[in-house]
């Protein structure tokens, strides 16, 4: 089973930046897609973004333009570069990665694997 381990969470101002990394083991890009989810208290997680075989990304709207998902496949590792942050994306933060994926991008299923999460706070 595939495992994944992020980083990079934190604290920062309102405007600041954070860059989250999730190394993967046992990982084969080209059968998985694989995603970036976030969860706050008392809410629903929600994908924030994902990244298919072939490199194709796709984002939820509440951070297009600000946050982007990347991979570095000599690392093995996901990124989400987070710019301009904002109050309302504090939360933990989890990577994901499975070969299903829902919508063509976000990793879904029984199978999937999950991360144990990073907690982004961001002050106003």
């Known amino acids: 089973q595939v495992q994944l381990v992020e980083s990079g969470g934190g604290s920062v101002q309102a405007g600041g930046s954070l860059r989250l990394s999730c190394a993967a083991s046992a990982y084969t890009y080209g059968s998985y897609c694989m995603g970036w989810f976030r969860q706050s208290p008392g809410k629903e997680r929600e994908g924030v973004a994902a990244?298919?075989?072939?490199?194709?990304?796709t984002y939820a709207d509440s951070v297009k333009g600000r946050f982007t998902i990347s991979k570095d496949n000599a690392r093995s590792t996901l990124y989400l570069q987070m710019n301009n942050l904002k109050p309302d994306d504090t939360a933990m933060y989890y990577c994901?990665?499975?070969?299903?994926?829902?919508?063509?991008?976000?990793?879904?299923?029984?199978?999937?694997?999950w991360g144990q999460g990073t907690q982004v706070t961001v002050s106003a």
């Open positions: 990244i298919d075989r072939y490199n194709d990304t």
């Open positions: 994901a990665a499975s070969d299903l994926c829902r919508g063509g991008y976000y990793p879904t299923g029984a199978s999937a694997s």
